[in-house]
């Protein structure tokens, strides 16, 4: 089965502009998470989808948004980019009901110069 | 005070060598606790998970949690070089959505 797939990989943005990461789930994982890693604050959640809602948000400010489609592919937005977002941005995938137990993928590296 | 504390090492060991690698937690509401292992330039790879109290054993890897201490153990034996990574403990409650992590203990085994 194959796993968690993001893209882009690697993306180079500079400050002010927009971006958006895309990320398929393992086949049958409803679930979407969307995780920030950076150096100095580690892995912090950004927020949750299923059934195309989003059912849990982290301490993000609201330049950070996602969506999820009916086929459970999701999307993060993040609006006026700002040096600080430079970051690895992980989506994790589960089963519902066993939402704990989440599959990541490699991750989207972002620089915003 | 963060909700999950792990020591960042690095931590150097021998091919061979017994591995501890640990967590404190405060957040008594957490119920399922997850080890993650995570190569230089990769996504986290879940290794295991375990449910509230008690030991899982995975091959070579043994997970041990104790709710009463808030704390969380991951024993490695027969440590090899492919073992080197970074290892990360992740928590959440019984809706088991949002992770919270540990800041990841960086693990190197020497030949």
């Known amino acids: 089965k194959a796993g968690v797939t993001q893209t882009p990989r690697y993306l180079i943005k500079t400050r002010g502009q927009q971006v958006t990461l895309s990320c398929s789930p393992i086949s049958g994982h409803r679930s979407v998470s969307w995780y920030q890693q950076t150096p100095g604050q580690g892995l912090q959640f950004l927020f949750e989808?299923?059934?195309?809602?989003?059912?849990n948000k982290g301490n993000f400010p609201g330049r950070f948004s996602g969506r999820q489609f009916s086929n459970s592919r999701s999307e993060m937005n993040v609006s006026t980019l700002e040096l600080g977002d430079s970051a690895l941005y992980l989506c994790?995938?589960?089963?519902?009901?066993?939402?704990?137990?989440?599959?990541f993928g490699p991750g989207t590296r972002l620089t915003v110069t | 005070q963060k909700e999950v504390e792990q020591d960042p090492g690095p931590l150097s060991v021998p091919e061979g060598a017994i591995v501890s690698l640990n967590c404190t937690y405060s957040n008594s509401a957490f119920q399922y606790f997850m080890w993650y292992r995570q190569y230089s330039r990769k996504g986290p790879e879940l290794l295991m998970y375990?449910?509230?109290?008690g030991n899982k054993e995975d091959g070579r890897f043994t997970a041990q949690v104790d709710k009463s201490s808030k704390y969380i153990s991951l024993f490695i034996r027969d440590s090899q070089p492919s073992d080197s990574a970074t290892y990360l403990c992740?928590?959440?409650?019984?809706?088991?959505?949002?992770?919270?992590f540990g800041e990841g203990t960086q693990l190197t085994v020497n030949p």
């Open positions: 375990t449910y509230s109290s």
């Open positions: 992740a928590m959440t409650g019984l809706s088991g959505s949002r992770l919270t």
């Open positions: 994790a995938s589960s089963l519902i009901g066993k939402t704990y137990e989440q599959y």
């Open positions: 989808y299923f059934s195309e809602t989003q059912r």
